[in-house]
């Protein structure tokens, strides 16, 4: 799956009557969203008739408006040359009043809950313009909406771009070694996304291809060692239910009678070893063999080694 998003429209919807304040907090939603790109490599959906673009230029062109410049940049990466998708009507209030364009866009990416599409589009909205949307005061914010003259309903993270960390959701769908919903959790498997190994710009067929090479734990550095799911594992696969109840990892118990840790069940990477979250230290025990474990921070730092 690559990450793809829809944001909110009005943050091209410059105009001459926007105070200094609106100006500055759409830059700044769009710097953020450049922030956005860089980490997750997420790309945006096209929605933007070109028409609207040429008009949009004749208007502006002699602005010295810094939001301006940053608009039309973004508006030249996303205009689309023809409607395409299906209509979508959106569910619940309050919500801003939504271009056909915008709406088709949604429709044509984001009427399908199969894995991995369930994920697929986020929804960005600037924090400024935060109350216009649904589900105001929610950690797990989303917006919903039917096909037109449809039945069921579907659901996609409806986040805000200055504080996407604090949404429940946003993180974890995308990152797997992310465990459970709770953002400000620091139960999270160590990924080596250090020198490309498994950064989090990855696809997740990116992140299945890679996982049939040869991965070392410690990924050549003495003092680190790191979550690597076994050869074969496949993000692409599981549904939503699953994920988010963090059960996309298998599991086994430590069956080791001289081990502090024995009857205890935790998630196993590629080598057996057996992952046990140490909920009061806020690190994981690593099961080896006999009585040893490695105790390793969430970054994957080995503090001890115990024998």
Request: net charge negative; proline share 6%; aromatic share 12%.
């Amino acid at each position: 799956m690559e990450p793809i998003y829809l944001f909110d429209p009005w943050l091209v919807e410059v105009s001459h009557l926007d105070t200094p304040e609106v100006a500055a907090k759409r830059y700044e939603a769009l710097i953020a969203l450049g922030d956005l790109h860089r980490k997750y490599g997420m790309r945006p959906v096209c929605f933007l008739p070109y028409d609207r673009i040429q008009e949009f230029y004749s208007e502006k062109a002699n602005s010295q408006r810094r939001d301006w410049h940053q608009v039309f940049r973004i508006m030249t990466s996303i205009f689309l040359a023809e409607k395409q998708g299906q209509h979508v009507e959106i569910l619940g209030t309050p919500c801003p009043d939504l271009p056909e364009d915008w709406l088709c866009a949604l429709g044509e990416c984001g009427c399908d809950e199969e894995a991995p599409s369930w994920r697929k589009p986020v929804v960005f909205l600037a924090e400024v313009r935060s109350s216009a949307w649904p589900n105001h005061a929610e950690k797990n914010r989303v917006l919903s909406y039917k096909a037109k003259d449809g039945e069921e309903k579907y659901e996609r993270n409806l986040v805000c771009i200055e504080n996407y960390r604090q949404h429940a959701f946003f993180e974890s769908d995308l990152d797997p070694w992310r465990l459970g919903h709770d953002p400000d959790s620091t139960k999270v498997l160590p990924r080596p996304i250090e020198d490309d190994i498994l950064p989090l710009t990855f696809t997740f067929t990116q992140i299945f291809n890679k996982l049939q090479e040869k991965i070392e734990w410690t990924c050549g550095q003495s003092e680190k060692a790191y979550f690597i799911p076994e050869e074969g594992w496949d993000p692409r696969r599981f549904n939503r239910h699953d994920w988010r109840e963090t059960n996309i990892f298998p599991k086994n118990t430590v069956k080791e009678s001289r081990s502090k840790h024995n009857g205890r069940s935790g998630y196993v990477d590629r080598e057996k070893r057996i992952w046990l979250w140490h909920n009061e230290e806020q690190h994981w025990d690593v099961q080896l063999t006999g009585r040893e474990y490695w105790s390793i921070s969430n970054n994957g730092n080995v503090l001890k080694r115990h024998i």
